[in-house]
T-cell receptor, first 113, second 114 residues
Framework: EAQVTQNPRYLITVTGKKLTVTCSQN?????MSWYRQDPGLGLRQIYY???????DKGDVPEGYKVSRKEKRNFPLILESPSPNQTSLYFC????????????FGPGTRLTVT | DQQVKQNSPSLSVQEGRISILNCDYT??????FLWYKKYPAEGPTFLIS?????DKNEDGRFTVFLNKSAKHLSLHIVPSQPGDSAVYFC?????????????FGAGTTVTVRA
């Protein structure tokens, strides 16, 4: 089954404790992206990747890091989480660029206290 | 400052009637537009898209209209069905400028009444 998986689905952590949210797709897609969803702000893109070893900033990259060492995986790293990073995070992938249909993961609910 | 704006946070429509969702954008470089639909506790799913070389695209009950001079697009759902109750996001990209970011609006929550 074609899908995008994210782990963990729920995470409660404390300020400053480094964490990684994993994302994996099994569709051989080149384009992968991370978004956060916040009330009243909709979805905002954090980082995207056009292919292996190619990553670029979205609209809200501050406080986040990503890597794309393999085509299927695109982890999101929060080196020193802060309460303003409490949000619902989605990973997505598409064939080659965002004009193609993006397939979204189920989301990761992150709470930073 | 958000470059894609959905100024109506919510819309209530009777089953069988038309739903019209609006989206405005400020970046004149945007040349590709998409609509995504989201149910609670799920990731968004793609609905329909349109390139700036067109002014209309239709897929079944869903039609997207693009007015480039007004920097405005709209999504029409006809007829509306209870399963259409969801949050709808408008998104835009500036592909011809080699800008592969995707900017989303804040979303419009549609409720279809029986």
């Amino acid at each position: 089954e074609a899908q995008v998986t994210q782990n963990p689905r729920y995470l409660i952590t404390v300020t400053g404790k480094k964490l990684t949210v994993t994302c994996s797709q099994n569709m051989n897609h080149e384009y992968m992206s991370w978004y956060r969803q916040d009330p009243g702000l909709g979805l905002r893109q954090i980082y995207y990747s056009m292919n292996v070893e190619v990553t670029d900033k979205g609209d809200v990259p501050e406080g986040y890091k990503v890597s794309r060492k393999e085509k299927r995986n695109f982890p999101l790293i929060l080196e020193s989480p802060s309460p303003n990073q409490t949000s619902l995070y989605f990973c997505a992938s598409s064939l080659s660029n965002p004009t193609y249909e993006q397939y979204f993961g189920p989301g990761t609910r992150l709470t930073v206290t | 400052d958000q470059q894609v704006k959905q100024n109506s946070p919510s819309l209530s429509v009777q089953e069988g009637r038309i739903s019209i969702l609006n989206c405005d954008y400020t970046n004149s470089m945007f040349d590709y537009f998409l609509w995504y639909k989201k149910y609670p506790a799920e990731g968004p799913t793609f609905l329909i898209s349109i390139s700036s070389i067109k002014d209309k695209n239709e897929d079944g009950r869903f039609t997207v209209f693009l007015n480039k001079s007004a920097k405005h697009l709209s999504l029409h759902i006809v007829p509306s069905q209870p399963g259409d109750s969801a949050v709808y996001f408008c998104a835009a990209s500036a592909i011809a400028s080699n800008d592969y970011k995707l900017s989303f609006g804040a979303g419009t929550t549609v409720t279809v009444r029986a």
